[in-house]
């Protein structure tokens, strides 16, 4: 009878030990993976998270904001072209038509359109040669810059007949470079 309890004892210290050694596995591989069932339930699931379509309507809001603030400083600013147009044209000519003094205040409201048109044009323009200028700038100190090296380089790079570097040159470098850190010209 002992017998048969000490095998007993030892199977369940089997199976525990067998037990931990799936724990650990499954631990160590990330958990156990997903039944077919799940997976295909997960994938058939939209979960409404899709990057671009996130990205166009953030696109869209911002730009549906920067129009209502233009809409709105262009309705303030025809207001104002009213108020002194509507003032001038009472003034002028009371016995005028109605339909003339519309017919001004959409000509003017298309000079105002024109003239803003213009002017930020012409912003544009500014801003993109002061970024030309600044980029060719850079780019001819980049090309200089890169012949001296060159220069350098090839003047460095140079042998005797015996195949030992030149000397002269290199001394003159570590005495620039000297001069450079020491501030002096």
Known sequence: MKKFH?????????????????MKNMKRL????LSLQTFANMKS????????????QKEFYKNAKYVSKFRKSMKQQNYHDKNEIGESSKVD???GC???DKQKVKSNKRIGLEDVYKQTKEEMEKARMERE??????KEAKEEAES????????MMR?????????KYRIEHLLDSIKKSAGID
């Open 93 to 95: 000519d009371n016995d």
């Open 30 to 33: 990330g958990g156990g993976g």
């Open 45 to 56: 699931n939209k979960n409404g998270y899709n990057p671009s379509l996130i990205k166009k």
């Open 6 to 22: 000490q095998r007993d004892e030892h199977e369940t210290d089997r199976t525990k030990s067998a037990e931990t050694k799936r």
């Open 98 to 100: 109605v339909d003339d």
């Open 148 to 155: 001296r090296r060159k220069v350098a380089k090839g003047k």
């Open 159 to 167: 042998k005797t007949r015996h195949g030992q570097p030149v000397m």
């Open 133 to 138: 200028a600044i980029f060719q700038a850079k």
